[in-house]
């Protein structure tokens, strides 16, 4: 920390912050312990304890798709069947093709009584296939989905890499098995019957990959979300009204869904059924009756894709409301009618006085139960505990992003609901664990840091050099910080990202 700033850590990596002043040692919402590294290792206390826990072993980074796979492991009867529907799904396209085939073939047949029985035969198999394929896809639909739902309910709220998980599980390993299911027998099958044609047919497997891409992706763009490690009871025991109605629309969805695939082959089947008596008893060519069928697919394929996408309709509207509600609401957290100080300019020192919090949102947990810390002006000071024991909330009380229940936060000793928010927020810089950057250029993310004046290209430079880490969102994200000028610098957990990499990380604080 340089030119008097007052820096505040939030640490996951013990070893990132051994120089600093002061360490803050969180437990059950109070601070346990205070002392620099050394002090608080020889009192061999919870900070002991912490740094010989991170020194054997390192945490997991990165976590596999098997791994993935392996939370779901108590549904593991289900997602195996789930997985075989999908896959045989996947068969009826390429079976219908080669049905058809046969019947096109049947159909040029001279000997009416043979094309009218071999019809009925034909009809009956592509019933047959209509069944088979709605049951599989019901099935299908109904556990990916119910688990996405489960899931999604839940986590919606949660951001971040979540997104990614889903990408992982749910209804997209259905899709993919079912796409995996359809091209591996649609390849086999054309290569058995016709191995010529199947070849120039292969020929086309890029531009038909990129459909199928396509339309996996618009099956269901409803932006769910999968974070299956972060549950914990809590939320499970929240969620349970949840998931008893996300099952229900699930097996509606699954029902609808399974009917809109279906309903292709049931349309060929009567399609075909018709045109073979047509062409028996009304000398129709067969050429007709095929384009005719052709035709009535397309409108069915798309039926059938309009019909997947209802249930999404129905849910944008209720989303819509939601976010109209939340739109309305006022923030409790306001300037006072006369502030304590007029252009009021924070120096860097800060304190927290017995204070109370407990999230509005989970009345039942008190995070903060009576917790004093003394922030020193220009100090470095670090807050370790354990995960979910209230250092981040430290820093958003910090930040005013909420007001205590009983306590003061105070900056310069002055409660911070005395002085306007703007002011209060003024002299902070704040670099998130997951810093969010716009969709700018790099210069206009930097610049937005400044609220106050619009920064020049040299300053822009500047904060960008002085932010000099080598994670590039990081490295954007505390240089935004920094073109505050901020007296005092909160960082929550911004150094994760550099963890691995020691020797780099105790090299951060040299430029901040
Ligand atoms: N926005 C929130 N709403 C409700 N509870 C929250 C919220 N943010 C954090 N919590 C809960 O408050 C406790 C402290 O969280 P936090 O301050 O983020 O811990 P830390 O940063 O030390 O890991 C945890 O039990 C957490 O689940
Ligand atoms: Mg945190």
Redesign the pocket.
């Known amino acids: 920390a340089q030119e008097g700033r007052t820096t505040i850590i ?1 640490a996951h990596r013990l070893s990132t912050i051994r120089n600093v002043d002061v360490i803050y040692v ?1 437990k059950d919402g109070k601070v346990v312990e205070t002392g620099n590294h050394s002090e608080l290792m020889k009192k061999k206390g919870h900070y002991y304890d912490m740094v010989m826990l991170q020194s054997d072993g390192d945490e997991e980074k990165d976590v596999s798709f098997f791994r993935v796979i392996k939370l779901n492991s108590p549904e593991w009867k289900s997602i195996t069947a789930a997985s075989l529907c999908a896959l045989s799904s996947g068969f009826a396209m390429p079976l219908f093709a080669v049905i058809l085939g046969d019947f096109v073939d049947v159909l040029s047949n001279p000997d009416q009584d043979e094309v009218w029985r071999q019809v009925t035969n034909y009809a009956l198999i592509f019933v047959g296939v209509g069944v088979f394929s709605g049951i599989t896809n019901f099935v299908m639909v109904a556990f990916f989905d119910d688990k996405e739902n489960s899931t999604g309910a839940l986590c919606a709220r949660l951001s971040g890499e979540a997104a990614a998980v889903q990408g992982a599980t749910g209804q997209r390993i259905g899709s993919v098995l079912q796409a995996v299911g359809t091209f591996g027998l649609a390849l086999i099958l054309s290569l058995v019957y016709e191995w010529r044609v199947g070849l120039v047919a292969l020929t086309f497997v890029p531009v038909l990959t990129f459909t199928a891409v396509e339309a996996v992706a618009n099956v269901r763009t409803v932006a769910s979300l999968g974070r299956e490690a972060t549950f914990t009871r809590d939320y499970a025991s929240q969620l349970e009204p949840a998931l008893v109605t996300a099952k229900k629309g699930t097996h509606w969805r699954g029902i609808v869904y399974g009917l809109s695939r279906s309903l292709f082959n049931f349309i060929i089947a009567a399609a075909m059924y018709y045109g073979g008596t047509l062409i028996v008893n009304e000398g129709v060519t067969y050429s007709n009756v095929f384009k005719s069928a052709q035709a009535l697919l397309m409108g069915a394929s798309s039926a059938a894709q309009a019909l997947s996408f209802a249930p999404n309709f129905q849910k944008g509207i209720k989303a819509a409301g939601r976010v109209i509600v939340l739109l309305k609401k006022q923030s409790k957290i306001t300037d006072p009618d006369t502030p304590a100080m007029e252009n009021f300019r924070g120096t860097g020192q800060a304190s927290l006085q017995a204070v109370q919090f407990t ?4 009345p039942n ?1 008190q ?1 903060l139960k009576k917790l004093d810390l003394e922030v020193e002006k220009g100090k470095t000071i670090a ?1 370790v ?12 009380l910090l930040e005013r992003y909420y007001d205590p229940d009983g306590g003061i936060v105070a900056q310069d000793s002055i409660p911070l609901v005395k002085l306007r928010l703007i002011d209060a927020r003024q002299s902070i810089g704040f670099v998130q664990q997951e810093p969010i950057l716009f969709d700018r250029t790099i210069g206009e993310n930097i610049a937005y840091g400044n609220n106050v004046s619009k920064p020049g290209m040299d300053e822009i430079i500047e904060a960008a050099k002085q932010a000099n880490i080598h994670n590039f969102k990081q490295r954007v994200a505390i240089a935004r910080a920094l073109i505050r000028r901020p007296k005092m610098l909160l960082l ?2 911004a150094t994760s990202a550099l963890d691995t990499e020691s020797e780099r990380s105790s090299k951060i604080f040299t430029y901040l």
């Open positions: 939030v969180f999230y509005p949102t989970r947990i995070v807050l505990g354990a995960s979910g024991c209230g250092k981040s909330t430290v820093i958003q929550d957990e």
